[in-house]
């Protein structure tokens, strides 16, 4: 639903640089947390896909088995507020402080869960991003079919590497993004 006009611009700390009197996005310091301590990081993702929320609640950790799914990286960490900011949160990243210990668990991961809320992806390109957590919705729908037969094999981490090389590469990142704005009803850019 969001148009062009939507878009709002903020400072890292969270401040609107041009609000014109606009209702701020809430979580906005996930962003800047991740931004602030990740200069390498230009795009951060965060969603409440519910395929993905059950890695969130159990022990059974989230990994790439799909190699489409190799850009979600070896390693998704777990980050429960309540862990630090005890269970007098509504569990929403309302602050600086949570968004910047949020970071923290995420160290130099590009994808990290959020115990019942949702997952913060960090990509160096806006395009790496939405297509990281496409993949991470498909890899949790997958695995966890997979967990139901039974013990499902993993992406080796060299495999991980030189498949997320492809898929950040115009041969495949060019494709999947025409595919994936065609679906949305937007054009290509
Ligand atoms: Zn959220």
Redesign the pocket.
């Given at each position: 639903m969001v148009e062009l006009d939507d878009l709002m611009e903020f400072e890292l700390g969270g401040r609107p640089l041009n609000g014109q009197g606009r209702t701020p996005y809430g979580?906005r310091f996930i962003h800047g947390a991740v931004m602030e301590a990740r200069p390498e990081i230009n795009a951060v993702v965060?969603n409440?896909a519910y395929d993905v929320l059950p890695f969130g609640l159990t022990d059974t950790p989230l990994k790439p088995l799909i190699h489409t799914a190799s850009v979600i990286g070896e390693y998704i960490p777990l980050w429960d507020i309540r862990d630090k900011f005890g269970d007098a949160t509504d569990m929403?990243v309302r602050n600086m402080e949570q968004g910047r210990d949020l970071t923290v668990a995420l160290e130099g991961n590009t994808c990290l869960l959020m115990r019942g809320?949702?997952a913060v992806i960090a990509g160096k390109t806006i395009k790496e991003a939405v297509v990281t957590s496409i993949y991470l919705m498909i890899n949790a729908k997958i695995q966890t079919v997979a967990m139901a037969m039974g013990n499902p094999v993993y992406l080796s981490a060299g495999e991980i590497e030189n498949m997320t090389n492809v898929q950040f590469s115009p041969l495949a990142m060019d494709r999947m993004w025409e595919a994936f704005c065609l679906r949305a009803g937007v054009k290509p850019v």
């Open positions: 979580e965060h409440h929403l809320h949702g």
